[in-house]
């Protein structure tokens, strides 16, 4: 397997991750190797940068500029806006665990660079370190809490 | 206790080193994948009558490619493809074709596709890659049978004396023995033409066996597959438990080897006849309780039939067939969501044009590596198969990148698109709010075809095949729902409609079984199975001609 050409960005990108939330807990060596598998991409504002129920191969994080995530209503309705991202921010992560479609359209601001980490790629470094599927964990169960909270505030709302 | 153990492994690595990661490495540089192929596939065929009259011998980079050959279609392309077919050698390949591919496509004549060794072989790796990946995603894949449909590499016979047909049936007549045991289906049934043996012969064989793997490139057919699961259940018990299959499906004349594999297997006909008994029907999940992928198209037109996919298959995840056709492989999907694949960098060399250019004289032709995320472009094919920027007449959206390498779903046919009034609207238009119709108030529609409707005003005809919920009550709740959903997919519908340019759409019932038995005519014409697409956009005006309609629904009175 050829090893990945080396961005130019690679320091900028390594230190972006560390500002990602699912990436938090990494170590910088671990940051680091993840780092040197990513690409990069720019986006001219107003492009759309992923669409919701597309197929989703990787993760983005804003290098530059800010993005808009918005969300199709279940019941119809129209797109909701549910965030903007700016530098650091992440869109895409549960995309490298689970093999789900995009969530969510994300759409450029302003001209926006994005680095991009393909799933493979992520799932491949987890094999070699397994410490970092260990690093992952608190993030992954501090969701569930987010997530479970939520929920018994809606059920306590009705 | 897994069965061949050191066959599965030998199989992967083969499968790894032999394409997988070729393409993985590729990924990070298409650009420079790209310009490796094109000019390896250029030089090899400087000899050709094709690579003279196009001066091959003076092309080094990707624009000098671009300035010595003009776009191409099938019909600009026929002088050549005509002589080729008559037999003569270095036309457009220097490599002799083994076959030709036809292509159906959705309307017109067939065309010849030549299928040369180096052709096959940039064909196969995009499939070795679609397998490796999916072989690593379920690692007990292998443990079990693979049941993949394909149709016949003899249709006829070229005027130079090579066979015609399909060029799935040609891979499956090809496989070594040591692969073929993988599968549940012998080549033999690619040669089936009669619609109702196939299905019953595809479950004679597959109802005995452990299935873990279902492809075929229609979801209807697995929809299909299912229905006839339960229909002919005592008949599939019955032959499993004697061997053999019921004569009344295996067409006169037939080879011994279409049967030869139909084994008596009375532990397996207990096995169903107790779920038979227990479920009261024999269902996919039940028959095939480690099945764990199914693989199809999921782009276009076919999100109709997906949706009833979990219905009948329940949570099997479905993976993409990949974007593909006769004239090549356009993209690998690597997971499951969605319906995009990789763009094939090691497989062809493609071009791209933005499709608002499509009929702009200084349209752009870009290198993959300049396609943005969410832009449509008409996609040009350069193969082995001697298609030289060869337009395909697909338009595809870029959803994604892997590494540097664009993700491409396929969108619609070029063609599929009708003006009745300048309304421009397009097939996926079409699919877009035939599924939000059908979402809106859980209408039961199996098949269906919109085409123009010439009259004062004009309108759209719809022609589809419904379920018994369907009254005509329900009938003009639907219609008035694809009508208002059609409007927000097309503006210009929309303002057609309101001006009254358009009238208002006819929803045509039609008898059960139409779609089939115009599958079954289309293959009776020549067409491969496994490639009958019934439109849900025909710009045919003969369409729905043949059809038995039962009822005309409209919104007026």
């Known amino acids: ?158 | 206790m897994s069965r061949t153990p050191a066959v599965q492994r030998l199989l992967r690595t083969w499968l790894k080193f032999s394409a997988a990661s070729h393409f993985d490495d590729a990924t990070w540089t298409p650009r420079e994948a790209q310009e490796k192929k094109l000019l390896d596939l250029v030089a090899r065929n400087k000899d050709t009558a094709f690579g003279r009259d196009h001066d091959f011998g003076s092309i080094r980079s990707i624009e000098d490619y671009r300035r010595a050959v003009p776009m191409n279609t099938y019909e600009t392309l026929t002088p050549y493809i005509d002589r080729v077919f008559a037999g003569e050698q270095k036309v457009l390949t220097a490599d002799a074709p083994l076959m030709f591919a036809t292509t159906s496509g959705t309307t017109g004549r067939a065309k010849f596709i030549p299928v040369t060794p180096s052709y096959l072989s940039e064909y196969s790796h995009g499939v070795h890659v679609h397998t490796y990946r999916m072989f690593a995603d379920f690692s007990d894949m292998l443990e079990g049978k693979i049941l993949v449909s394909s149709s016949s590499d003899e249709e006829g016979i070229s005027d130079g004396g090579l066979p015609f047909g399909a060029i799935s049936g040609y891979l499956a007549r090809k496989q070594p023995g040591a692969i073929k045991r993988f599968y549940a289906l012998p080549y033999e049934l690619s040669k089936v033409k009669q619609v109702e043996s196939k299905y019953y012969l595809t479950l004679r064989y597959g109802a005995a066996a452990d299935v873990r793997l279902l492809v075929t490139p229609n979801p209807s057919s697995m929809l299909l597959l299912a229905d006839k699961l339960n229909v002919w259940a005592e008949e599939l018990i019955h032959d499993i438990r004697r061997g053999g299959a019921n004569a009344a499906y295996v067409p006169e004349g037939s080879p011994k080897a279409l049967t030869a594999g139909l084994r008596a297997d009375p532990a397996r006909a207990d096995e169903l006849q107790a779920i038979l008994k227990r479920d009261g029907a024999l269902t996919p999940t039940a028959v095939w309780p480690n099945l764990r992928l199914l693989s199809c198209w999921k782009g276009g037109t076919m999100p109709l039939y997906l949706r009833k996919l979990p219905g009948v298959y329940g949570d099997v995840p479905v993976r993409d067939l990949g974007y593909m056709a006769s004239e090549g492989r356009g993209a690998t999907p690597l997971v499951n969501s969605g319906a995009a694949g990789v763009l094939n960098v090691t497989s062809h060399f493609f071009e791209f044009v933005p499709e608002e250019e499509r009929d702009d004289p200084n349209q752009r032709f870009l290198t993959c590596d300049e396609l943005e995320s969410n832009r449509e472009y008409y996609i040009y094919f350069t193969t082995s198969a001697g298609l030289y920027r060869y337009d395909i007449n697909d338009v595809v959206r870029v959803v994604d990148f892997y590494r540097n390498t664009p993700v491409i779903q396929f969108v619609r046919k070029g063609q599929g698109m009708t003006s009745i009034t300048g309304e421009k609207l397009t097939e996926s238009q079409v699919t877009g709010a035939l599924l939000a119709a059908v979402e809106s108030g859980g209408y039961d529609v199996q098949h269906f075809t919109a085409k123009v409707q010439w009259g004062e005003p004009p309108r759209y005809a719809l022609y589809a095949e419904l379920g018994d919920s369907m009254t005509t009550e329900r009938c003009r709740e639907f219609l008035l729902a694809f009508d208002r959903s059609l409007c927000e997919q097309n503006i210009e519908y929309e303002a057609k409609r309101e001006s009254t340019r358009l009238g208002a759409p006819v929803l045509r019932r039609v008898a059960a079984g139409s779609y089939q038995a115009l599958r079954q005519k289309r293959v009776a014409e020549g067409a491969p199975e496994s490639q009958v697409k019934i439109p849900q956009l025909s710009t045919d005006m003969e369409f729905g001609a043949a059809l038995d309609v039962l009822e005309e629904v409209s919104l007026d009175g």
């Not at chain 1, 806006?81 to 490298?96: I, K, S, Y």
């Not at chain 1, 470094?125 to 569930?144: F, H, K, M, N």
Request: overall charge negative.
């Open chain 1, 1 to 158: 397997m050829a090893e990945p050409p080396i961005s130019k960005d690679v320091a900028e990108i390594e230190q972006t991750l560390g500002r990602v939330m699912l990436f938090a807990h990494l170590t910088p060596r671990q940051r680091a190797r993840l780092a040197r598998f990513a690409t990069t991409r720019d986006y001219k504002e107003g492009s759309t940068i992923v669409r919701q129920g597309d197929t989703s191969m990787s993760l983005y994080v804003v290098l530059s500029g800010s993005v808009r995530v918005n969300r199709e209503s279940e019941g119809g309705g129209g797109a909701v806006e549910v965030e903007q991202l700016a530098r650091g921010g992440a869109f895409g992560e549960m995309g490298l665990i689970e093999d789900l479609p995009r969530a969510a359209t994300v759409v450029a601001v302003e001209p926006t660079t994005c680095a991009l980490l393909a799933k493979w790629d992520f799932q491949n470094e987890l094999r070699d370190d397994p410490e970092i599927a260990l690093s992952l964990l608190p993030v992954l169960t501090g969701r569930i809490r987010e997530l479970d909270s939520l929920l018994a505030q809606a059920q306590g709302e009705r």
